[in-house]
């Protein structure tokens, strides 16, 4: 839907000279909807009129190219619009063009902070279709991978949620760390970002020598910085005041909303599918899943902390329980998924994935929907702004923690 | 030779071109080198190395790289800009905060501008600069800088009242706003030894830090939510004069701060001289640098409840408790 400004120049001047004549400052362009609308406050004691500001699509708070428009009264914000599809790029028709092993090199770039997970997605749903029984050592592995994948994204809002509060050094404690992590993954992978090792039917290639050393040595070094976190911003007194009581998410809200996740989990609701739901072998091993008590960007700030130490967890177990063997099965020259459908639900570092997946028995899927995680986690803005102050919408807003690739896919 | 000296400078022509050019040097100096130690500073504790390039020893000319790189570039004023205000908004930011400097005692004969009011007169410039930020908020015609102002305004309403109070604390206790006074009775010790002059420390520190606008109290620049605040459309020079303000005001928040707690130009073992009013500005620039990397910024509303709230009541009882022991002791 585009949208066109119709109203004033942008600056303050202008915009109150126009709004007070036309009232509807912006409009979709194809006429389908109105968008937000200025109101004349005529009745107050002292006249005054809306403002509606753009954030973003080039705004330091949206981490890319989301815009939200928001109408202002003052500092408190009375309708707010959140406007995708900046950064479309029609993964889901792209999926219906390429083979399925390809898939897999597409999907690690709609969250790209996630790779593993996404791909991981896709070998098993693919593998699902097939009917591929995958080694034991793969699974492992790529649980592994996995958890390692988590670690590094929640790390990655670990540090950029603070600076969006106006805390800046959390940011490089976080990316100290992430470097690390991105050091075993570059070793194993011969990857930084996207990663694209898993393949239907396996891994790209077995772990390097010493790879599960350096990852074992990783783990306590990243669990005691964990606790560095914990002090340095959950204890801190203006972090508190910004973030407790703010922006509450009741669980019945975010589950009509479809949200997942921390989110969710902040929420008070236990809900994981690897939980739940288990894929891999996460049924064998022993972890929680944290919940919080009120839903509030605190309690979700410190679900991913929770979450870490979770995964963690997980990766110590992993490591004693990686069998030998091989890390692939040998696929026909030509892949083809029998005609059918599929549907695999995985639990990504910003809440659950979908892959809903037609085939006709052809090379290629007929039809390849995504479910993520951030689209539905984002939906719930409007419910959580309405009514709120300018600095607590960034404060909200950064605890949606979304990917923008990954609303728009 | 240094009585014909002495003469000649004595003589009021002589000598005023004399402050004018030292001043301006300090003023051009001094805050630079506080940028540079917030660079390391905050590098240092972030787990980075900060500038390393300029001027080969540790990037210590990066400053002076930022400012030649300030100049060269283009000054883009916005179409709808009321042009004039835009202009002349640095200038109104800038030039008080350089008088500032003439009104500090640097040494025992050394006060460029005495006067009898001294501490008020620059408690009451500071706060001029305030002016300039609103002229570039509204000026620059747009809704970030708008707010900005007008958040920069709430804030430095609200903390003008508990950084005169708490100063006026220590005119009180030393009888006299005149600041080569205050310095001349805290010969044997420094204020911030009483007790209750910690109190007035840390309010003044913190409404100064507020004045300044840094963090925690940024919400005017805050520049996850208003790109900038008043400083978005600025670009060039004019910036530089913005960011020149900032790094000015953190020396001459800190000289007053030291000033009146900490004895000034006073010292000890090493004997008393503008070099004892650097160090001490330099420690209490540190402080406010250390702030920056460690704190969130506080929210608008909190922000004005924690100085109507907690500051002022706290500094009006301070005053009582100055005036009781004054009266009693």
């Excluded at chain 2, 504790?45 to 210590?60: I, T």
């Excluded at chain 2, 913190?206 to 790109?227: G, K, N, Q, Y």
Aim: hydrophobic letters at 50%.
């Amino acid at each position: 839907m585009a949208i066109e400004q119709r109203g004033g120049n942008g600056g303050p001047r202008g915009a109150g000279g126009d709004a007070a004549v036309g009232g509807a400052a912006f409009q979709a362009a194809d006429g389908t909807g109105v968008g937000i609308i200025l109101r004349d406050k005529a009745d107050r004691a002292l006249h005054t009129q809306d403002m509606t500001l753009n954030v973003g699509p080039q705004h330091p708070a949206t981490h890319g190219v989301l815009r939200v428009l928001v109408t202002l009264d003052g500092e408190m914000i009375e309708d707010t619009q959140p406007v995708i599809g900046y950064m479309h790029r029609a993964f889901e028709k792209l999926a219906e063009a390429r083979d399925y092993r390809q898939i897999i090199a597409l999907v690690n770039r709609h969250d790209w902070v996630s790779s593993i997970c996404n791909e991981l997605g896709v070998a098993l749903i693919v593998e699902k279709q097939m009917g591929l029984e995958v080694p034991e050592r793969a699974t492992w592995i790529r649980m592994l991978m996995a958890e390692w994948t988590r670690v590094l994204n929640h790390l990655m809002f670990v540090g950029s949620y603070p600076l969006e509060l106006g805390a800046i050094t959390p940011m490089f404690y976080a990316f100290r760390e992430r470097e690390e992590i991105q050091a075993l993954m570059e070793w194993i992978t011969g990857g930084r970002l996207h990663l694209t090792y898993c393949r239907v039917g396996g891994l790209k290639q077995d772990l390097p020598r010493g790879a599960i050393q350096m990852s074992r040595d990783l783990v306590p070094k990243i669990r005691g910085r964990l606790r560095e976190y914990e002090d340095l911003v959950l204890g801190n007194e203006i972090f508190m005041a910004r973030t407790r009581g703010v922006g509450l998410l009741p669980a019945d809200v975010a589950c009509s909303y479809g949200v997942s996740g921390a989110l969710l989990q902040a929420s008070g609701v236990p809900e994981d599918s690897r939980r739940t739901e288990p894929y891999c072998f996460y049924d064998q091993v022993d972890f929680d899943v944290p919940t919080g008590s009120n839903g509030d960007c605190y309690d979700r700030f410190h679900m991913l902390i929770a979450r870490m130490r979770e995964s963690l967890r997980i990766i110590e177990q992993v490591h004693d329980r990686i069998p030998p063997g091989p890390v692939n099965v040998k696929l026909p020259k030509i892949v083809r998924a029998p005609e059918g459908h599929a549907y695999v639900r995985c639990e990504n570092p910003l809440g659950q994935l979908s892959y809903y997946m037609v085939s006709h028995n052809e090379k290629t899927p007929w039809r390849f929907k995504m479910r993520t995680p951030s689209f539905n986690n984002v939906s719930s803005l409007p419910y959580l702004l309405k009514g709120t102050l300018v600095p607590d919408m960034i404060a909200v807003m950064g605890s949606m923690f979304f990917i923008v690739g990954d609303i728009d896919r | 030779m240094i009585d014909t000296l002495r003469d000649w400078l004595s003589h009021y022509w002589v000598l005023m071109p004399v402050k004018v050019v030292v001043i301006l040097l300090v003023f051009l100096t001094v805050p630079l080198v506080v940028g540079y130690l917030e660079h390391k500073v905050m590098a240092h504790m972030q787990a980075r190395l900060g500038p390393m390039e300029a001027g080969r020893f540790h990037g210590v000319l990066q400053l002076v790289a930022d400012g030649i790189k300030f100049v060269q570039k283009e000054s883009i004023v916005p179409k709808a800009a009321d042009k004039w205000v835009f202009a002349l908004a640095p200038a109104v930011a800038l030039v008080p905060t350089i008088l500032l400097f003439g009104f500090l005692p640097y040494g025992p004969d050394l006060v460029p501008i005495r006067s009898d009011v001294g501490l008020f007169v620059v408690l009451a410039l500071g706060s001029v600069s305030v002016i300039g930020v609103l002229m570039a908020a509204w000026s620059s015609a747009n809704k970030y800088s708008l707010m900005g102002g007008v958040r920069a305004a709430a804030q430095l309403i609200a903390y003008e009242l508990p950084l005169v109070l708490a100063a006026a604390a220590v005119a009180m206790q030393a009888g006299s706003a005149d600041l080569a006074v205050i310095v001349e009775r805290q010969d044997t010790v420094w204020n911030i030894v009483y007790p209750w002059h910690w109190f007035a420390f840390l309010i003044f520190g913190a409404a100064a830090i507020a004045e300044l606008t840094r963090p925690p109290f940024d919400m005017p620049v805050a520049d996850s939510e208003l790109v900038f605040g008043h400083l978005t459309e600025y670009t060039g020079l004019r910036f530089a004069f913005f960011l020149l303000t900032e790094y000015a005001g953190i020396v001459v928040q800190s000289a007053v701060a030291a000033t009146l707690w900490f004895g000034g130009y006073k010292g000890f073992i090493v004997p008393s001289g503008p070099w004892w009013l650097l160090l001490k500005v330099f420690a209490l620039s540190f402080v406010v640098i250390w702030l920056r990397a460690t704190f969130p910024r506080l929210r608008e509303d909190q922000l004005q409840s924690f100085a109507w709230l907690r500051l002022v009541p706290v500094s009006l009882l301070l005053i009582l408790v100055v005036g009781f022991v004054k009266v009693g002791f």
